[in-house]
């Protein structure tokens, strides 16, 4: 399988837990990004990667969230006390900044639920 | 910052017949991608318009970019029930800023 993949797919914590989500990306792809996804509302971007260099955290990344990307290849996402503003769907997306379109390909996505 | 503004965000479409999503953003843009999202999944890429004036057609739908207006437009021709699903444009720059979507159900 060539695609993005994500685990896990759907998640269900209480508040106040910490969780961790973790994307594969293509095989080669240099850039690796993650997005926040609430219902009825378009990917809003929180950050990305080139390489292991994480280049941009969004403003809506607060101090709970850390990502990383060791190695340059899977990336980890932790939420650290979670709160019931966290629940969406996090998608992560991988592309190659060489190949002419830069197009983003996006995984399957983790559901989260925090009750 | 880039905002994008996508209209309608609701249609509803009658099939075999022919509509139009509109994708106007703030800042100036080389390019522009189209996103398909079935409910409960993931997006899928429809069409990279690379240049002004570049046209993408597959199938029933048709999109076109003009970086002058900052506009972008998603036609779809003879709309079919498995059109069903929301559609997101999204400008390009390192990141993707997208629209709110639109929302297209195809009735009989």
């Known amino acids: 399988d060539t695609g993005v993949s994500q685990n896990p797919r759907h998640k269900i914590t209480k508040r106040g837990q910490n969780v961790t989500f973790r994307c594969d990306p293509i095989?080669?792809?240099?850039?690796l990004y993650w997005y926040r996804q609430t219902l009825g509302q378009g990917p809003e971007f929180l950050t990305y990667?080139?390489?292991?260099?994480?280049?941009?955290k969004s403003r809506l990344l607060s101090d709970r969230f850390s990502a990383e990307r060791p190695k340059g290849s899977f990336s980890t996402l932790e939420i650290q006390r979670t709160e019931q503003g966290d629940s969406a769907m996090y998608l992560c997306?991988?592309?190659?900044?060489?190949?002419?379109?830069?197009?983003?390909?996006f995984g399957p996505g983790t559901r989260l639920t925090v009750t | 910052e880039l905002k994008v503004e996508q209209n309608p965000l609701f249609l509803s479409m009658q099939e075999e017949k022919n509509y139009t999503i509109y994708c106007n953003y703030s800042t100036t843009s080389d390019r522009l991608y189209w996103y398909r999202q079935d409910p409960g999944k993931s997006l899928e890429s429809l069409f990279v318009l690379l240049s002004n004036g570049a046209v993408k057609q597959e199938g029933r739908l048709m999109a076109s970019l003009d970086t002058k207006a900052r506009l972008s437009t998603l036609h779809i021709t003879a709309a079919v029930h498995d059109l069903s699903a929301t559609y997101f444009c999204a400008p390009r720059g390192h990141k993707l800023t997208f629209g709110k979507g639109t929302l297209l159900t195809v009735n009989p």
């Open positions: 990667f080139q390489n292991e260099a994480q280049l941009e």
């Open positions: 997306a991988s592309s190659l900044i060489s190949q002419g379109f830069g197009e983003q390909y």
């Open positions: 095989s080669e792809h240099n850039r």
